[in-house]
């Protein structure tokens, strides 16, 4: 099938987080991670057929749900793990807090790499423990973020660094870490004893020819103590469906991890998400993803052709992966949360201040591009107003 990502859907008056939190319906929202396009198909066909039985109780994830899951990242992505290795849960934030409540002690340290993800910040010290956080290095020429290896090490071999929680695919940076990278990485946290925790959300949102290495198929010797939390909610916009998964094969670290999911009673998923991810992991599933990365790929390109020629002074970062530009509007030497505000308030048009994923985000903005292009178009537009 073709499926056309170009037709706008009207989604005010859903109870929308993305449109419906907005102050006036003359608002383009380009903000939260969430996109504009309807699912697959086969995931509304699942769905329905489960609505029209019209019983919601308590749900058993089957054997077919580990397998689809198993299948798709060995087929797709060259990861071979056992069923065994997976706790499901229902979502990957959460996922996140069990993980950190699980393998850390109040006062711990995490280390991050920022700017990230901003909802690390909260789980980090909801759970009492101190953030570390190595800034990436901003190359200029070519428009990207590259690890500072010195400083990471020497965050990871503080006495207290228990945790490397690594964005990959990167967001708000938009880097795929190359298998290099991600090794180089490993070698560091294993030579200083921290364990690596992969947030892999965006592993499907790779755009070109860019491809996207999951942490635990490096060597056994680097990953086999790593903890990866995956979902299908980004690249198939089923947030809302509440389910994600965490890989571990390590037994005795995932039988804690399991622990402190059942504590927070983040333990339970509905029959929907279990549905939509056996649906969306399928041949059908990833055709339709393919089109998907193809029609926002060119929504990038077309982002940043406009940055390029009427707004060049606000170079627009070179994405490898996820649906969000990152764009330096330092030149403009204003604050990331003033530039929002100010473009919010003047030209009706919402975006992230950069500062929201730490300190090192000053200066930028993020823009969502999952929506259809003529909608994208109009928030550009009115950016460069």
């Given at each position: 099938?073709?499926y056309d990502f170009s037709k706008p859907t009207c989604r005010r008056g859903?109870?929308?987080?993305?449109?419906?939190?907005?102050?006036?319906?003359?608002?383009?929202?380009?903000?939260?991670?969430?996109?504009?396009?309807?699912?697959?198909?086969?995931?509304?066909?699942?769905?329905?057929?489960?609505?029209?039985?019209?019983?919601?109780?308590?749900?058993?994830?089957?054997?077919?749900?580990?397998?689809?899951?198993?299948?798709?990242?060995?087929?797709?992505?060259?990861?071979?793990?056992?069923?065994?290795?997976?706790?499901?849960?229902?979502?990957?934030?959460?996922?996140?807090?069990?993980?950190?409540?699980?393998?850390?002690?109040?006062?711990?340290?995490?280390?991050?790499?920022?700017?990230?993800?901003?909802?690390?910040?909260?789980?980090?010290?909801?759970?009492?423990?101190?953030?570390?956080?190595?800034?990436?290095?901003?190359?200029?020429?070519?428009?990207?973020?590259?690890?500072?290896?010195?400083?990471?090490?020497q965050r990871l071999s503080h006495e207290r660094a228990r945790l490397l929680?690594?964005?990959?695919?990167?967001?708000?940076?938009?880097?795929?870490?190359?298998?290099?990278?991600?090794?180089?990485?490993?070698?560091?946290?294993?030579?200083?004893?921290?364990?690596?925790?992969?947030?892999?959300?965006?592993?499907?949102?790779?755009?070109?020819?860019?491809?996207?290495?999951?942490?635990?198929?490096?060597?056994?010797?680097?990953?086999?103590?790593?903890?990866?939390?995956?979902?299908?909610?980004?690249?198939?916009?089923?947030?809302?469906?509440?389910?994600?998964?965490?890989?571990?094969?390590?037994?005795?670290?995932?039988?804690?991890?399991?622990?402190?999911?059942?504590?927070?009673?983040?333990?339970?998923?509905?029959?929907?998400?279990?549905?939509?991810?056996?649906?969306?992991?399928?041949?059908?599933?990833?055709?339709?993803?393919?089109?998907?990365?193809?029609?926002?790929?060119?929504?990038?390109?077309?982002?940043?052709?406009f940055f390029a020629r009427e707004l060049p002074h606000l170079p627009v970062?070179?994405?490898?992966?996820?649906?969000?530009?990152?764009?330096?509007?330092?030149?403009?030497?204003?604050?990331?949360?003033?530039?929002?505000?100010?473009?919010?308030?003047?030209?009706?048009?919402?975006?992230?201040?950069?500062?929201?994923?730490?300190?090192?985000?000053?200066?930028?903005?993020?823009?969502?591009?999952?929506?259809?292009?003529?909608?994208?178009?109009?928030?550009?537009?009115?950016?460069?107003?």
């Amino acid at each position: 099938m073709i499926y056309d990502f170009s037709k706008p859907t009207c989604r005010r008056g859903t109870n929308s987080y993305k449109w419906d939190s907005a102050a006036g319906d003359d608002i383009i929202p380009l903000w939260v991670a969430d996109m504009d396009f309807k699912t697959y198909p086969g995931i509304t066909e699942a769905l329905r057929r489960r609505v029209d039985h019209a019983i919601f109780g308590y749900t058993r994830v089957p054997d077919s749900y580990y397998e689809a899951v198993c299948r798709w990242f060995e087929e797709r992505h060259g990861w071979r793990f056992h069923r065994d290795d997976i706790i499901y849960t229902s979502g990957v934030v959460p996922a996140i807090s069990a993980i950190i409540k699980a393998l850390t002690l109040t006062g711990d340290q995490v280390v991050v790499m920022g700017p990230v993800y901003n909802c690390f910040f909260s789980s980090i010290r909801n759970n009492g423990c101190e953030l570390s956080s190595s800034p990436l290095i901003y190359n200029k020429t070519l428009l990207r973020y590259e690890i500072d290896f010195n400083d990471l090490e020497q965050r990871l071999s503080h006495e207290r660094a228990r945790l490397l929680l690594l964005c990959n695919p990167h967001n708000p940076g938009g880097r795929v870490w190359s298998r290099d990278e991600l090794e180089r990485v490993a070698v560091l946290c294993k030579k200083h004893g921290v364990r690596v925790v992969s947030d892999e959300i965006h592993c499907e949102l790779t755009l070109g020819d860019h491809r996207y290495t999951p942490f635990g198929t490096l060597p056994d010797d680097l990953s086999y103590g790593s903890v990866t939390c995956c979902s299908p909610s980004k690249a198939f916009n089923i947030a809302g469906l509440q389910i994600a998964n965490i890989v571990c094969r390590d037994a005795a670290v995932r039988e804690r991890i399991d622990r402190a999911i059942n504590i927070n009673e983040v333990c339970d998923v509905n029959p929907f998400g279990v549905l939509a991810l056996q649906a969306a992991y399928s041949d059908g599933g990833y055709e339709w993803l393919c089109q998907l990365r193809a029609y926002i790929t060119e929504n990038y390109r077309r982002l940043r052709d406009f940055f390029a020629r009427e707004l060049p002074h606000l170079p627009v970062m070179n994405m490898e992966g996820t649906y969000l530009a990152w764009v330096d509007c330092s030149s403009l030497g204003e604050s990331s949360e003033h530039i929002e505000e100010r473009l919010m308030r003047e030209n009706r048009v919402w975006v992230n201040a950069g500062s929201m994923y730490g300190k090192e985000g000053e200066g930028f903005i993020r823009i969502n591009m999952a929506c259809p292009w003529s909608r994208l178009e109009e928030g550009v537009k009115r950016i460069g107003k």
